[in-house]
């Protein structure tokens, strides 16, 4: 029995009346705070749900997935504790990413502590699979929001496995709109041409043939009309039919909306109600339906799991485990177009049951708040008898309070002042327990070492990953020179330079990356920021910052740098290495004022093709390894020796007398006299051997590379295996290369260039997204005269400049013409040479002919090489980040030829990366080239680049460009280049090939899966 004590000095007979109705009350509740939940059953306690979204916090769908299973564990497994993870695919659709979040899970959540999981949409349900593969076991597995089709592909052949599906209500929807209108003839399905638009005519076929649609109602598919027109036709509908509202998010003209703002559209002059099957549709214009709830699907979700548990259902068979959508559903109803269409809202519910959503319905109290009126009424007239019951009883209170009185007064006066002081001492001990409490939050969440430096008595205070980044313990770096003992002596004058800088208000915040000492002796990089205050004259006081680690970064950093100068096959230095040591040494003998002899060797293998196609390209690959250990052991010590591709070696000779050239030919020669070993087959390989030397030969590195392979090539004209060393009557071409130019200006002023165009198609779905223009010229005396020899030609004469603009301006006028003659927003890429792009009028040149022709700025992309930066590239970022924000797109050509550095990709402003055949031919055969495109590209998207693949001649080299990420394909592949007139049939016949390509979904699989893998790409929703 509760018994309510009476207070000293105050009967409670007066309180008799009230006093029994509360302690009913009051025992009520405690009854039911002790008794077991109504199934007799209880969750355990400390049971570990683990939730995990295929998408980010913010989307729509999953914030109501993830609030309806909360507010189910909440209320059916309170003592259930929901751990929940973001894959966030939708926008990061990454691998790697997943790689982590696997890493972190399985490091804070070790097998045996996770009693279920639960995944909402594919791509969690196929990461949910695998964690329970790879870690937990069979443990419970619960999924929504993923059709059953998907659902039983993914999870076939598992246990302990259920779910909700995730399904439409067509046959609810219906029957709402029969209630409302009871005279409806004719159901018009609106859809776009979408495969989800399509699928809509197969469900209500289904439907219709199960006897679940009325037999009298007729079904019609209202066309795919253009948006102004589909208008007009639902205006035009009779008052006996409705509308429902499948998948629309593009008219056939290509117009793309969110799906709310077409149905605003639509629905805006409609003469029939519009009924939708999406909850978020409510409001925009549908009149309502059975709709699919995110929320209330979530709340299926959890109390399936909540009921798991509890072991109150047990896990169904495969053949049994989906749950049906039923409770996934609500019925909505936008009571504004109810009454624009005069539709019956009372035979809605009446006939289909309470309305679950009314929207748009206007205010009125007096219905809204009915109950309230009514309970605040019984609640005032319940007031006003307590309050004569207690009006006797403050009598009474005021009479002992008047004794009281007199006496309290001193009392009270120093009670307050009193309590006056302990508020205030509390509000400062709870601030400052506050601010240390997220000071503590902040240091335990954050993955960086956090510091404070009080510069005026040089006291550090770190917190965060100290212990775990150096291994030592905070409190031992307590000072500036503690911290500075543990950076790296080659980057303490840099730190500090840096810090100086900022403190002197040089800079406004400190950034600087140096590397620090570990406990165990090893360095690790970091980066360090922060920010100083300062007193009124300007002098630091204190300062703050945080220390990120970059080593994993650095490293990476160092391994794509390595990639760029090394040959990754044989470990030689590369052409871009081999260059820049060449520049080096003619530098310092121009320096040093003596031109010490220097010669380059170009070696070429004579019958390694024939061993390569014969034997096949492993037997080539180990050959070549062989070949750069057989040249530089033959070469001796003291020379550079690189490998510049394919067969082709290059030694670099320093000093000596001048037979020394020849000498280090000879014993290269000499040392390939014995056969290679390669997989039991014996190779005789010899190889032919040109010399330039410096500076009798050429003063810089492309013109005695140039000669070296001239002499190389006589060389093997002798009968291969000879050395042979350059000579001025080598260079007769000098005069073909003449006359070439004095043909080509005469094709200029005859207008005898032609323009060809290279059409580009896009991997996602085949449709041709752009078009290169490429210039071609036949001369009446030459024929056909390749790019390759008259383009060098017409740079160094300064044709090239009055040619590039014709190119520029006749490729603008046709990338109109092929908007007007109906093919769409495509691209024109024209290609600029370093003359062009050096002319100090080159920008207002682009910027006229774009107005003159009317292309619009988006639809013009200008391709640039690598090697067109070199010696100006200060100046030539600043023109393109002019023509940039003039709208124009700027393509980086023919990446990984030249001088490939990812410094580009970050610092040129452009738009599209476009990787040269090189890495193309092999991508589909080899792992190291896929490896090599598959890390561009990666690398290229996150930089915000699109990624073109050049040169794709076949279907295998499409299927692993598109897997790989690349956005476009440009090669003979789709097309060789087509003149002008030839471009509308090309269209056409695409069209017809499209249909029979392999398309792979970008957001599914970015890059190639590493050897050993057996896990399968995750699905998307």
Not at 72 to 79: G, H, N, R, Y
Not at 315 to 329: E, K, M, W
Not at 551 to 574: M, S, Y
């Amino acid at each position: 029995m509760v018994r309510v004590p009476e207070i000293e000095g105050y009967p409670m007979a007066g309180w008799s009346i009230i006093g029994r109705p509360s302690l009913v009350l009051m025992l009520a509740l405690l009854l039911a705070a002790i008794m077991p939940a109504a199934d007799g059953r209880a969750t355990a306690p400390n049971r570990t749900v683990l939730i995990l979204h295929s998408y980010h916090q913010g989307y729509e769908w999953t914030d109501g997935q993830a609030a309806g299973i909360a507010e189910s564990l909440e209320v059916a497994a309170p003592t259930a504790m929901g751990v929940t993870y973001y894959l966030d695919w939708k926008r990061y659709p990454n691998p790697d990413g997943l790689e982590r979040l696997r890493a972190l899970i399985a490091y804070r959540h070790p097998k045996g502590t996770v009693d279920a999981v639960i995944a909402t949409d594919d791509a969690a349900l196929a990461f949910a699979l695998d964690l329970r593969r790879e870690i937990y076991g069979p443990v419970p597995l619960v999924h929504g929001g993923v059709v059953a089709a998907t659902a039983r592909r993914l999870t076939l052949g598992e246990s302990n496995v259920a779910g909700v599906e995730e399904a439409k209500d067509i046959e609810g929807t219906v029957r709402m709109a029969l209630a409302a209108n009871p005279r409806l003839k004719r159901l018009y399905l609106l859809r776009d041409r979408t495969e989800s638009g399509i699928v809509l005519d197969g469900e209500v076929a289904a439907l219709a043939a199960a006897g679940r649609i009325p037999a009298g109602l007729e079904r019609l598919v209202l066309p795919d009309l253009p948006l102004p027109q589909l208008e007009e036709r639902l205006a035009a509908l009779p008052p006996d039919s409705a509308v429902l509202l499948g998948s629309y998010a593009t008219d056939p003209n290509g117009l793309v909306l969110p799906p709310q703002q077409f149905l605003e559209l639509l629905s805006a002059g409609s003469g029939a109600p519009i009924y939708g099957l999406q909850e978020y549709l409510l409001g925009h214009g549908i009149v309502g339906g059975s709709l699919l709830s995110a929320q209330e699907h979530g709340r299926a979700v959890g109390r399936l799991v909540a009921e798991l548990l509890k072991g109150s259902a047990p896990v169904r068979p495969l053949s049994q485990q989906l749950v049906a959508a039923d409770s996934s559903f609500i019925r909505g109803i936008d009571y504004q177009q109810v009454e624009h269409h005069g539709l019956n809202l009372a035979a809605i519910a009446a006939q289909t049951g309470p309305i679950d959503r009314l929207v748009n319905k206007p205010f009125s109290f007096l219905e809204t708040y009915r109950w309230l009126v009514l309970s605040v009424g019984g609640a005032l007239l319940l007031l006003s008898g307590m309050v004569l019951l207690l009006a006797f009883a403050l009598r009474q209170r005021r009479m002992a309070e008047a004794a009281l009185q007199v006496s309290n007064q001193a009392l009270g006066e120093s009670r307050r002042e009193l309590q006056g002081k302990v508020e205030e001492l509390t509000a400062s001990k709870d601030a400052l327990r506050e601010r240390e409490r997220r000071m503590r939050l902040v240091a335990e969440s954050s993955r960086d070492i956090l510091w404070t430096w009080d510069i005026v008595n040089d006291i550090r205070v770190l917190s965060g990953r100290v212990e775990e980044l150096l291994g030592i313990d905070a409190l031992s770096i307590d000072s500036r020179r503690a911290w500075t003992d543990r950076i790296h002596p080659e980057d303490q004058a840099l730190a500090a330079e840096a810090l100086q800088r900022h403190l002197s208000g040089e800079l406004p915040d400190y950034r600087a990356e140096y590397r620090v000492r570990h406990r165990d002796g090893n360095y690790l990089w970091i980066y360090a920021t922060g920010k100083a205050t300062f007193d009124a004259g300007g002098k630091p006081t204190m300062m703050a910052g945080s220390y990120t680690d970059i080593t994993d970064q650095k490293r990476q950093q160092a391994w794509l740098d390595h990639l760029a100068h090394f040959d990754p096959l044989t470990g030689l230095p590369n052409r871009l290495t081999l260059e820049q040591h060449v520049d080096r040494l003619i530098a310092d003998n121009k320096a040093s004022g003596n031109a010490a002899p220097l010669a380059l060797l170009f070696l070429d293998m004579d019958n390694f093709k024939f061993i390569n196609d014969g034997f096949g390209h492993k037997s080539g690959d180990e050959l070549l390894m062989m070949l750069g250990l057989r040249i530089r052991k033959g070469a001796g010590d003291g020379v550079f020796l690189a490998r510049l591709g394919g067969d082709e070696f290059v030694v670099v000779v320093q000093g000596g007398d001048a037979e020394e050239p020849v000498e280090v030919a000879r014993r290269v020669e000499q040392a390939m006299a014995a056969p290679f070993l390669v997989e039991g087959q014996h190779f005789f390989v010899s190889c032919s051997v040109g010399i330039a030397r410096y500076p009798w030969d050429g003063r810089c590195f492309d013109d005695l590379l140039q000669n070296a392979d001239t002499a190389m090539y006589r060389a093997k004209d002798s009968g291969r295996g000879r050395i042979c060393t350059f000579t001025s009557d080598m260079n007769r071409n000098v005069v073909e290369r003449m006359r070439l130019l004095s043909r080509a200006r005469l094709a200029f002023e005859r207008q005898t260039f032609s323009l060809h165009y290279q059409p580009q198609v896009a991997t996602a779905d085949g449709r041709v997204r752009g078009f290169e223009a490429l210039v071609r010229w036949t001369d009446s005396e030459l024929g056909p005269v390749s790019p390759d020899r008259f383009i060098p030609v017409c740079e160094d004469s300064g044709l090239i400049v009055p040619l590039g603009f014709w190119v520029l301006e006749t490729a603008c006028i046709e990338a109109v013409g092929l908007a007007c003659r109906g093919a769409g927003e495509v691209t024109m890429s024209v290609n600029m040479s370093a003359v062009q792009l050096a002319q100090h009028d080159f920008v207002p040149r682009v910027l006229e002919i774009l107005a003159n022709t009317g292309l619009p700025p988006h639809r013009l992309e200008l391709e640039i090489t690598e090697s067109q930066m070199i010696g100006s590239l200060d100046a030539a970022i600043e023109k393109l980040n002019l023509l940039r924000r003039a709208g124009i797109h700027i393509a980086l050509d023919d990446f990984g030829t030249g001088y490939s550095s990812l410094t580009y990709l970050r610092t040129l402003p452009i738009n599209t990366l476009k990787l040269d055949k090189a890495f193309i031919n092999d991508v589909h055969r080899r792992p190291d080239a896929r490896s090599m495109v598959s890390s561009i590209s990666r690398i290229a998207h996150d930089l915000t680049r699109k990624v073109v693949a050049e040169g794709v001649e076949d279907t295998a080299q499409w299927e692993v460009l598109a897997q790989m990420g690349c956005d476009l394909i440009q090669g003979y592949f789709v097309s060789r280049p087509l003149p002008a007139d030839r471009i509308d049939a090309f269209l056409v016949a695409w069209e017809e090939r499209r249909a029979g390509l392999p398309f792979v979904r970008h957001d599914v699989v970015v890059g190639m899966p590493t050897a050993g893998t057996g896990r399968p790409p995750v699905p998307v929703s």
